[in-house]
């Protein structure tokens, strides 16, 4: 089955970090861009990350910069976003997409994170 499983979310405190997992089964997520979306609760989706096929460039939305980190492990078929210096305005439901130059495109299913103390 050709699927994208996000996994690492949780409850953490301000100040706290996270990493999570964005897993490609049944194709080769190297082959792929990879960007993370996150969704809070009454808002729009937005952009958060975007990391090239080759995983040598990564561009961030301003409200991450410098305090997330997106990067690729193709030994495990992987790629993770590190999350660190949270805030409670990033508690969202975060989202990552693989989609390759022809337009195909495959979602994770979504993993929430709650900043809170």
């Known amino acids: 089955q050709l699927q994208l499983v996000e996994s690492g979310g949780g409850l953490v405190q301000p100040g706290g970090s996270l990493r999570l997992s964005c897993a490609a089964s049944?194709?080769?997520?190297?082959?792929?861009?990879v960007l993370w979306f996150r969704q809070a609760s009454g808002k729009e989706r937005e952009g958060v990350s975007c990391?090239?096929?080759?995983?040598?460039?990564?561009n961030y939305a301003d409200s991450v910069k410098g305090r997330f980190t997106n990067f690729r492990d193709s030994a495990k078929n992987t790629v993770y976003l590190r999350m660190t210096s949270l805030k409670p305005e990033d508690t969202a439901v975060y989202y990552c997409k693989g989609e390759d130059w022809a337009g195909k495109d495959y979602w994770g299913q979504g993993t929430q994170v709650t900043v809170s103390s």
């Open positions: 049944g194709f080769a997520l190297d082959y792929y861009t």
């Open positions: 990391i090239s096929v080759t995983g040598g460039s990564a």
